[in-house]
């Protein structure tokens, strides 16, 4: 006999299957609260490490998932997005009311914050209104405690009739009681006073309308057709994360009449003074203070909120910016800094690796296929490992802190001028460094278009992997102004990122975010769970943007490998054929124009193509299964050393240029060629990466539409400094 | 940003904590309130989705609504509805009109000022 592992049940445990009556139980449990209640605390106190991050159906939408085993069968969880109204007042909370709406299936597991009790109340009385079964999940109890406030799990049960159960999602405590009283979930009942012709009209509504919460969302001209699903199958869910392009969901039979019906009523209640928006808001704002205020009561004595002393100094207006420049910038080094040595680390075992590979007896095409193509592609995809994964702890950390709602705060009035909401700071600092996480960090902008503006308009900002090549640039061509043209190079890029969010304010369709945003109570967030969703997310990346980005380094490998009939490498003949388009721009060099092909991979890259065309190849370093195991292990421990020192050092550091190829570009290209080349190569397309993280995130079509617009204004501006300086 | 026409303002219900009051109602943009002030919420107004945001948060008519602080460069308000601490644009916190008169009630905590 099996006992499940969280309520010790066994034969009689009717969590998952059938139930005691034998009535079925839902087998999906969808965690839904408001935001930084500790929803994803409690899936993975419930579900422990299996836990998956995926896209909701037919959106962009991020939503964690995770199979939780019980000795009594498998239960699905889906930690839906922090939502504050089943309506939805952004484009994260829409998918709340669909996932709810499709699965008949569903049980509904309330994630209420004890320390925002009343707030939170007025959505549980919505999931109440809505019908599906439910349980309360009463968290941070620990926390009112110490602000002086005891909440009564046992009188919220008796105001809501449904299952609520005190837990602490942080440390799993109350979790196995949870599991146990969702075998108890109801319906529950939510008796909200609403005004009487208001109640009145809803009634006549609701015979109509699949619940009360629906005829009350159409009343109050909330609910919107289109995102309620005719059927369950409509909105896949559950472990199999893979959520993508499930088309949008058909419009159920119900959803025209009932429409029209609370046009109708509605119109009537206008008519007679009472705005239904607003006075359903009202009367579950009403219920939620009476049932608050008998479930809780004083204890002990309350302790000052630290938040609020710490809000003094950080919110300040005079100190505020100071403290925003210091925050940006312990953000950018801490991600650069952390997994910069890692980085370089990877590169030294792709180099082993690619030498053993050349050291096999195959022949001399497979033996550099293996090496320049399969090495070098994985490679350069498991080099944004370190980067990633950094990125993604230290945004899970400033997120669940409560520190990014006030940089929004500190940056809102800057980034309101591009009409860009505060939080996109943050990815234009990012790019500084690299272009993949900084894209990948739009994500948190509440609203698409401002995520997709963003995206555009940052692969101008020069990251650091095209720094070498401006250095090498500016070494060869200009060392006593090389520090002048380097900083007007990142004015430059900034310009142009500038420019390009004000031109796709005008061209892109869609909601700006609302100026409206919780700053939230600062909390010290569970590392070991910010580091593991961390890694789901970082696996989650590698997935989608990996196979693109192993195909472009393959066609690069194969231009620079295989050859033509007679004798000219493709590479060669390409890079002469594109040149006649690039002589306006002051590039007619093949090797030159030709290095911006590789340049597609990695910017650092177009050096490596430069100084074999110019120089010649260098012979590759054999390395034995020994020797290569030491540099290995070596770099291994240089990595660890470099993390600890480079904490404290510069992470924009870079190699002194090479002075062979630097002469010979020199004598190659004039002042106004090389400028030109350096332009172009701060405009046009930063790697192949940044162009797969962009169109994971937003799809082909503006993967092309960037690639055109990098091409374009990289050309333009290129053109107009050749003509100025050439 | 889209705009809607006011709405019809709730405050014909009276406030669920208190009774008439004898001062006369001032009414004026929250956006006008000094820092450390407080006022009681009588209307809000502006984008649907706004609005609807700012029910959600807790900050609703009939409510005494206490300005925090203010972001540098013409950013946003810091307001305190209760106990949620909420960000609004100044152009948003226009549209949220408040009785000025209205304030003695629940003055902001010493602590809570910058």
């Known amino acids: ?726 | 940003m889209e705009k809607v026409e006011p709405r019809t303002p709730v405050s014909a219900a009276p406030p669920p904590d208190d009774g008439a009051r004898d001062a006369p109602c001032e009414l004026c943009g929250l956006d006008r309130l000094a820092c450390g002030r407080a006022a009681r919420i009588v209307k809000l107004a502006g984008a649907p989705r706004t609005v609807k945001r700012l029910l959600a948060l807790g900050v609703r008519p009939s409510t005494v609504c206490h300005v925090v602080g203010r972001s540098p460069n013409q950013g946003p308000l810091h307001l305190r509805a209760g106990s949620v601490h909420v960000m609004v644009r100044a152009d948003d916190a226009a549209h949220i009109l408040v009785d000025a008169n209205d304030e003695a009630h629940d003055p902001v905590p010493e602590e809570a000022l910058p």
């Not at chain 1, 599991?179 to 979930?185: F, G, L, N, P, Q």
């Not at chain 1, 430059?492 to 796709?504: I, K, R, Y």
């Not at chain 1, 924009?652 to 190659?668: F, I």
Request: proline share 6%; charged share 15%; aromatic share 8%.
């Open chain 1, 1 to 726: 006999m099996n006992a499940c592992s969280f309520c010790g049940l066994a034969k009689t445990c009717t969590l998952a299957g059938t139930g005691a009556d034998g009535a079925p139980v839902a087998r999906r449990w969808y965690l839904v609260g408001t935001p930084n209640t500790g929803k994803t605390s409690l899936i993975n106190a419930l579900a422990g490490a299996h836990l998956e991050i995926g896209n909701w159906s037919g959106t962009t939408i991020e939503v964690a998932s995770a199979t939780a085993h019980l000795a009594c069968g498998t239960v699905e969880l889906i930690d839906l997005p922090g939502a504050y109204t089943l309506a939805g007042s952004a484009p994260d909370e829409e998918v709340v009311l669909p996932a709810l709406d499709g699965d008949d299936d569903a049980l509904v597991v309330n994630v209420v914050d004890a320390t925002n009790l009343e707030r939170d109340l007025t959505l549980t009385a919505e999931l109440v209104e809505h019908g599906r079964p439910l349980v309360v999940a009463l968290n941070l109890a620990d926390q009112a405690r110490k602000a002086g406030q005891e909440v009564d799990p046992a009188a919220l049960e008796a105001a809501l009739g449904v299952p609520v159960v005190e837990v602490a999602a942080n440390t799993g405590t109350g979790v196995g009681a949870l599991v146990s009283a969702a075998a108890r979930a109801a319906v529950g009942r939510a008796d909200v006073a609403y005004p009487d012709a208001l109640e009145r009209a809803a009634g006549r509504l609701q015979a109509h309308a699949p619940s009360r919460w629906h005829a009350l969302a159409a009343l109050a001209g909330e609910w919107n057709p289109a995102t309620v699903p005719a059927t369950a199958a409509s909105v896949p869910v559950g472990a199999t994360v893979d959520l993508t392009d499930a088309g949008a969901p058909d419009e159920p039979d119900w959803a025209d009449p009932l429409a029209a019906r609370a046009e109708q009523e509605r119109g009537g209640l206008l008519a007679s003074g009472i705005d239904a928006f607003l006075d359903v808001a009202e009367a579950r704002h009403r219920f939620a203070h009476a049932v608050a205020g008998r479930a809780t009561r004083p204890v002990g004595e309350a302790t000052a909120s630290p938040g609020d002393r710490v809000d003094r100094v950080v919110l300040n207006p005079w100190l505020g910016p100071f403290v925003l420049l210091a925050g940006l910038a312990l953000t950018f080094h801490l991600t650069f800094a952390l997994s910069d040595p890692w980085v370089g680390f990877l590169g030294e075992v792709q180099g082993v690796l690619a030498a053993w590979a050349e050291a096999l007896p195959l022949p001399a095409l497979v033996g550099s296929f293996l090496s320049g193509a399969v090495i070098e592609g994985v490679g350069t995809v498991v080099a944004f490992v370190p980067v990633l994964f950094t990125l993604y702890a230290l945004l899970g950390f400033l997120e669940n802190a409560g520190l990014l709602a006030r940089v929004a705060y500190l940056a809102d009035g800057l980034m309101r001028s591009l009409g860009l909401p505060g939080r996109a700071v943050l990815p234009m600092v990012l790019s500084l460094g690299c272009t993949v996480p900084a894209v990948q960090s739009t994500k948190m902008l509440e609203q698409p278009r401002d995520r997709l503006r963003v995206a555009l308009a940052i692969p101008s900002i020069p990251c650091g992997a095209r720094l070498p090549v401006f250095v090498l640039l500016a070494a060869a061509f200009v060392p006593q102004y090389a520090g002048l043209v380097l900083t007007g190079l990142y004015v430059f890029g900034f310009v142009a990122t500038l420019f390009t969010a004000l031109v796709f304010r005008g061209a892109l369709k869609g909601d700006t975010a609302t100026g409206v945003m919780e700053l939230p109570d600062y909390r010290l967030p569970p590392v070991a769970l910010v580091l593991r969703i961390a890694w789901v997310r970082t696996k989650a990346f590698l997935a989608g943007a990996g196979g693109p980005i192993l195909v472009v380094v393959a066609v690069v490998w194969a231009l620079l490998t295989l050859t033509l009939p007679g004798g000219t490498s493709v590479f060669e003949a390409v890079s002469r054929g594109l040149a006649p388009i690039f002589a306006p721009i002051g590039l007619d060099d093949w090797r030159v124009v030709g290095a911006l092909i590789p340049g597609l991979v990695a910017k650092e890259v177009m050096i490596g193509s430069m100084a074999l065309t110019f120089t010649g190849a260098d012979a590759a370093a054999s390395v034995s299964f020994l020797g290569g195991l030491q540099h290995v292990a070596a770099s291994f421990l240089e990595a660890i050393r470099n993390t600890v020192a480079g904490l404290w050092g510069s992470v924009l550091a870079t190699d002194a240029p090479d002075a062979a190829l630097g002469s010979r570009l020199a004598g190659a290209l004039s002042l106004g060629s090389a400028l030109s080349l350096m332009v172009f190569s701060l405009l046009y397309v930063p790697c192949v990466a940044t162009v797969a993280a962009i169109r994971k995130a937003f799809g082909t079509r503006y993967a092309a539409l960037s690639v055109a617009w990098q091409l374009a204004i990289a050309y333009v501006a290129a053109l107009l400094v050749f003509l100025a300086f050439g």
